[in-house]
């Protein structure tokens, strides 16, 4: 069984080096760096589980380097470092597509937990060899659970963690608001109110892939004051 390999994007060479080292001392695979566009350079020969990323990296910024790999399809999980203890800047990480956000001063095992609970969160569950194409059908699109994609004719995207969680805590209760605070859990590791904003965004990302009117969305409905709700193919909008 493969180890888990990380990237670690850190321009300080004394933290770069010290979570090295306690990092591959818990039996990772590291490939430690000190820019955006190193790690970019590298990630389709050596691709990663995980990024930690420093968000004030010279040159590209960590958020950058994020939205990009966001904007191409990549689904790897991502947790931000930041000096910055600002929830709005937190908030925009996670709005770009990260998956955690963690500020500076951490302990190196508070940061190897939060990585292990985004990993957690974006393991497609084991499925079956019979059931492992299921699928859920959504407008013109199949979501299999157990690949984390979505099939349409011969196209397919694989979803990000934040993206999967989301939609496979909807899907497996149709018909049923599920509250915001419940999609925060399930998808970010931070709880804090401010964060719900991210939720959202994460939800309008997915009707802009899923629905035919991301403005009036037909599956995934607002549930006002409350969340979120999947209305599967089969059963009429609700008004």
């Known amino acids: 069984m493969s180890r888990t390999h990380i990237y670690l994007v850190e321009d300080d060479p004394a933290l770069r080096e010290m979570l090295s080292d ?15 566009e190193e790690m970019l350079s590298r990630i389709d020969s050596r691709r990663p ?24 399809g990549n689904p790897v999980a991502i947790i931000l470092l930041t000096g910055n203890a600002d929830s709005i800047d937190r908030v925009i990480g996670l709005e770009m597509g990260a998956d955690d956000y963690v500020n500076k001063p951490f302990s190196s095992r508070e940061l190897l937990a ?20 299921k699928s859920i059908r959504i407008g013109e699109w199949h979501f299999v659970p157990a690949s984390r994609s979505l099939h349409r004719a011969q196209q397919v995207r694989v979803l990000n963690t934040v993206e999967y969680a989301l939609l496979a805590e909807l899907t ?6 599920v509250a915001r605070e419940r999609l925060l859990s399930v998808s970010h590791a ?50």
């Open 22 to 36: 306690y990092l591959l001392g818990q039996g990772l695979e590291l490939t430690a760096v000190g820019s955006a």
């Open 49 to 72: 589980d995980l990024i930690l990323m420093d968000v004030g990296l010279p040159g590209m910024s960590g958020l950058d380097a994020c939205r990009l790999l966001r904007r191409r």
């Open 114 to 133: 939060r990585a292990r609970a985004v990993l957690r969160r974006g393991k497609a569950p084991e499925a079956p060899a019979t059931e492992a194409e």
């Open 172 to 177: 497996a209760t149709p018909g049923l608001p």
């Open 190 to 239: 931070g709880k804090e109110t401010a964060l719900l904003r991210a939720v959202d965004a994460s939800i309008m990302r997915l009707r802009r892939i899923l629905e035919a009117d991301p403005a009036s969305p037909r599956y995934i409905q607002t549930v006002r004051f409350h969340g979120y709700m999947f209305v599967p193919h089969s059963t009429e909008a609700f008004a």
